[in-house]
């Protein structure tokens, strides 16, 4: 994933959890650090299928539980798509 990718999805996640100007590392916890509850994991999963045309399920997306497995986990499903 390039460097515009992870922006992009620091956007969307800075967008879900209403915080726009949210510093995110790669180690942040999604829910223990940076607020994401269970709303705001369905709107991210929205955003991030929308932006960039993969599906993920449930159980994929709250298995990320920091930013860079985000990251992983839009990188896998975009190569895969």
């Known amino acids: 994933m390039n460097n515009e990718h ?13 915080e726009e100007e949210l510093s995110i590392n790669a180690d942040d916890h999604l829910a223990d650090e940076l607020g994401l509850d269970s709303i705001g994991y369905v709107d991210l999963t929205v955003k991030i299928e929308l932006t960039f045309g993969i599906v993920l399920s449930n159980r994929s997306i709250r298995a990320a539980k920091t930013f860079q497995d985000l990251v992983n986990l839009v990188s896998k499903h975009s190569a895969n798509g």
Do not use: F, G, M, P
């Open 6 to 18: 992870v922006e992009k999805l620091k956007d969307i996640l800075r967008a879900s959890l209403l």
